[in-house]
């Protein structure tokens, strides 16, 4: 489902009710929560509906929150601040659009994550779990409400960094490992960004708030499909057999990331990325790991041994010297180049998103050819849009043997506006030779789309008129490209510094598009 959620505050250090006791890092578990083998929903007496995705009778969300502003967009649905009536708190509310649950699959999919994150819910660093509503059109799913945002942003926002603030990030991500793991259940896809912060404060939580692609772990079982996002994937789930060792392999990468700003494992197509994880080199050599601690990197080699049997375990990891409470990571100022690495990685650059949109309209025919067919072929109800039935059944056609996981990713990853659907313009842009996208002209082109009077600079002005027409123009937004992509910092964009940020994927570590 993957949306960004958000909470009224730091949740107490205590927990109400009974902890098992085998080892310190054991989570509470809150007796009062529906027990494990009675999911969300499956009422044991009445009010069971075999026609809903919940099980639940439908009711109205309204009757219990006041739905308030858009918080944002998502390929489901939308995700929006809403205020409990009963006591004024505020939680965040992701409504799902059922039209976009499409295969029996996707409501499965959907049940299951309400199931997880009602199972989780209660413990320290997940996001609390406060209910879920199902209507005719729509399921919502209401929980706490992280107003502290994503887990780069803060870093990058404090401006100084060090090894022991690395270390109780990432002693917060093994935890969440360890809590899912101690109750049965599979993450399969931890990456920074489905980890925010539970409010502004300094000493905020990290929660973790996307369990989408979460499965409850059966026993014995091999997991084969290959399901998570490029850079974080474990080398067995490449190879389809898999178990709960790669939530680890997982966090191991964010701690590589954590500590240099790049990825381990990098290339500029996402094939490339999965053949540098199954060959398994990791650089230490590079800036800044000359100067990181023998300790730290001791931790990063154990989290990312290929073998997952010889893997270092989620308890093994709490109580490595490095991570501990009051263990023995420095306090010594990492080098300030980290942080300008983990800005370029964080997110794809909008601008670049947009900018090359803008190319694919320009294209000439000739460059698209094939393109065009291939796009009528697939759109089967002449809609002008693909959709996610649509383009599995025609990659089916082409002969395409993905799994449903990777047609989903495929989707998402072409669906640039979030809409659950792909125009013309999107598939075109998904599917061109990058190389092509970048030739001289093309780039110029689309410069004199955001230069809009001509003048040889991309204003502040000119860029949030371009980007409000695309839907992607918030404040934020705006001012992070403009820091991001002007290099010499006079407050708007040129054309060389347009060039280098739409080259710069291709060619440098931490830029991939």
Not at 59 to 82: A, N, P, S
Not at 279 to 287: C, R, Y
Not at 338 to 347: C, D, E, W
Request: charged share 25%; net charge negative; with cysteine.
């Amino acid at each position: 489902m993957g949306c960004c959620l958000s909470s009224k505050g730091s949740e107490p250090e205590e927990h109400i009710g009974h902890v098992h006791n085998h080892n310190n890092h054991e989570p509470f578990v809150n007796q009062s929560k529906t027990p494990f083998h009675q999911p969300y929903g499956l009422p044991e007496k009445h009010g069971h509906r075999h026609d809903t995705i919940t099980g639940k009778p439908f009711e109205d969300v309204r009757k219990h929150y006041t739905i308030g502003k858009e918080l944002g967009r998502g390929q489901f649905g939308v995700t929006y601040l809403c205020t409990e009536n009963s006591s004024g708190l505020q939680y965040a509310c992701k409504s799902i659009s059922k039209r976009k649950l499409v295969t029996r699959a996707d409501k499965e999919d959907m049940k299951r994550e309400i199931q997880i994150m009602q199972h989780l819910s209660g413990q320290a660093n997940i996001v609390e779990f406060k209910g879920a509503y199902e209507d005719k059109h729509w399921v919502h799913v209401v929980m706490e409400l992280c107003a502290g945002g994503e887990l780069f942003d803060r870093i990058i926002a404090k401006g100084h960094y060090s090894e022991r603030a690395a270390a109780s990030i990432c002693r917060q991500i093994v935890k969440v490992v360890h809590i899912c793991s101690f109750m049965g259940v599979m993450h399969r896809d931890l990456k920074p960004e489905n980890f925010l912060l539970s409010s502004k404060d300094d000493k905020a939580l990290l929660k973790a708030t996307d369990f989408g692609l979460s499965v409850f772990i059966e026993q014995g079982k091999v997991y084969r499909d290959i399901v998570g996002s490029a850079y974080y994937v474990a080398p067995e789930v490449l190879r389809r057999s898999y178990g709960k060792e790669v939530d680890i392999w997982s966090a191991g990468v964010i701690l590589y990331i954590l500590l240099s700003g790049v990825p381990p494992f990098w290339a500029e197509t996402e094939k490339g990325i999965f053949d540098a994880i199954l060959q398994g080199h990791i650089d230490f050599e590079s800036n800044p790991w000359p100067s990181i601690s023998s300790s730290a990197k001791d931790l990063v080699r154990k989290m990312l041994t290929k073998d997952p049997k010889k893997r270092i375990t989620p308890t093994q990891v709490l109580e490595h010297p490095w991570l501990k409470e009051g263990g023995n990571a420095s306090d010594k100022p990492i080098d300030s180049a980290v942080l300008s690495r983990m800005k370029q990685f964080r997110a794809m650059n909008k601008l670049k998103k947009l900018a090359l949109k803008v190319i694919a309209e320009n294209l000439s025919e000739e460059e698209i050819q094939g393109l065009k067919a291939m796009f009528t072929n697939m759109d089967t109800d002449n809609s002008g849009t693909i959709t996610y039935e649509e383009l599995r059944a025609g990659l089916q056609r082409l002969g395409s043997k993905l799994t449903e996981a990777e047609v989903r990713q495929l989707m998402d990853a072409a669906d640039v506006d979030g809409n659950g659907t792909i125009d013309y313009i999107e598939f075109i842009t998904a599917t061109m030779h990058r190389h092509r996208l970048e030739r001289d002209e093309h780039l110029y082109k689309a410069f004199q789309y955001f230069d809009q009077d001509g003048s040889g600079y991309i204003t502040r002005d000119e860029l949030e008129t371009a980007m409000k027409e695309y839907g992607m123009g918030d404040e934020a937004t705006i001012k992070e490209i403009i820091s991001e992509v002007d290099t010499d910092n006079d407050g708007r964009i040129n054309y060389e510094e347009f060039c280098t940020m739409m080259r710069s994927g291709t060619q440098q570590q931490g830029k991939l598009f």
